[in-house]
């Protein structure tokens, strides 16, 4: 006998349009897409222009709404009156669909932050539904509640503060704050020495001091990089060595998660060691072919792009290599050149600039100086010749 739980499930799903286009749906237990959630995801990725990994995670929160509907025999489209019990089984119910009872008392399974993305997800979901007429009208009265914007600052009101509203969300959950999970300066040198290929040192070097996201790094063409102290010939104003970051669909994968291009400056650490792999790479003539930056030169298919998963990959032997117990993703690369700048003194619009943020709020993570940088800051402030000699 089939088993309730496995006649009703949804479940996410990646499609590949012919025209080489991704995205995430939802698929049910008959294996058919669910028409609203996919018009949804449709409209999140191609009309708003969110990037894959944004709509995948969007995917799994709608998939978790309507599993949660189904499995409690709750309309979709009203169920919305009971956000409050979907957040507690949110807590309390493992993903894959296990024989358990799980409920208050139990350990949660999501914590706060996993959570309060499933809600947006779900509001967005719904707030769309709403808009298509697929769902009620008074369900945006019951995810959101008209709140006036005296609790915004002065510049983010309007002129007339008395008659301004915004919609604040009804249901959320209160996030702890965590410190940035960051590779530390030690581990990413214990990486790159780690690394048996100038390849791998070029990896190694693009997350941990140009910043970029694992996209990014795999995304680049060989046409991205402006290294001369010049590239006026190349018709770029841009003074020093650096190097574009452009969102393009890629076989590979790779997509650059801003749609704003953006160019980061390079040391010379990363000159020279993009050189070096350019004469590693010119040992495979497979690779001549490929306008993109990194490619495989150790194994099949020689020449094809590295994926963004491949770096991955790479960072697990690097790690095993290196003796490092923990495990250190691309991203932690990518934090440890945010918090360095941020250590070294930079302003909160050159991080958010470097690391191609749309919002500051994003950068604002990095922003948590040491007792050390703060006694610095109040030092640097200039002391007039008076006030020194008034407290002789
Ligand atoms: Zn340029």
Redesign the pocket.
């Known amino acids: 006998m089939i088993k309730k739980e496995q006649r009703y499930n949804v479940r996410t799903f990646k499609v590949q349009l012919p025209s080489g286009g991704r995205y995430w749906t939802v698929l049910d237990s008959e294996l058919d897409v669910v028409p609203a959630a996919d018009r949804y995801l449709r409209e999140l990725r191609f009309g708003r222009d969110r990037a894959e990994s944004t709509v995948k995670s969007y995917a799994g929160g709608v998939v978790l709404f309507l599993r949660w509907c189904l499995r409690t025999g709750r309309d979709w489209t009203t169920a919305a009156t009971e956000m409050g019990l979907f957040m507690t089984w949110l807590k309390y119910t493992p993903a894959e669909d296990q024989d358990v009872v799980c409920g208050p008392g139990a350990t949660p399974v999501r914590g706060p932050k996993r959570i309060n993305r499933v809600l947006v997800a779900t509001r967005g979901f719904l707030t769309f539904a709403v808009a298509q007429g697929e769902a009620p009208q008074w369900v945006l009265g019951v995810l959101y509640e008209l709140a006036d914007d005296r609790d915004l600052p002065e510049v983010a009101r309007g002129e007339d503060a008395r008659l301004a509203h915004r919609l604040r969300a009804r249901h959320q959950l209160h996030e702890p704050e965590t410190a940035v999970d960051r590779a530390s300066d030690e581990e990413v040198v214990a990486l790159f020495i780690a690394c048996r290929s100038a390849r791998d040192r070029l990896i190694v070097l693009l997350l941990a001091r140009a910043g970029l996201r694992r996209g990014e790094v795999t995304g680049l063409r060989r046409s991205d990089l402006?290294l001369l102290p010049d590239?006026r010939s190349?018709g770029?104003e841009?003074q020093g060595a650096?190097l574009?970051i452009v969102r393009r669909e890629n076989s590979n994968g790779a997509w650059a998660k801003s749609r704003y291009t953006r160019?980061v400056p390079v040391d010379f650490l990363v000159v020279r060691s993009i050189d070096q792999y350019l004469l590693e790479r010119q040992d495979c003539p497979a690779a001549a072919e490929s306008d993109f930056l990194l490619v495989n030169l150790f194994q099949q298919p020689l020449g094809s792009p590295v994926t963004p998963d491949a770096l991955n990959e790479l960072f697990e032997i690097l790690c095993a290599r290196a003796g490092i117990t923990r495990s250190i993703t691309p991203h932690k690369c990518r934090h440890a050149f945010a918090s360095n700048l941020a250590d070294s003194g930079a302003a909160l619009d050159e991080i958010q600039k470097l690391l191609g943020h749309v919002s500051p709020s994003s950068s604002q993570i990095y922003l948590h100086p040491s007792k050390d940088r703060l006694r610095a800051a109040v030092e640097r402030v200039p002391t007039p010749r008076t006030l020194i000699e008034g407290v002789r």
């Open positions: 402006h590239s190349l770029c841009v650096h574009h160019w």
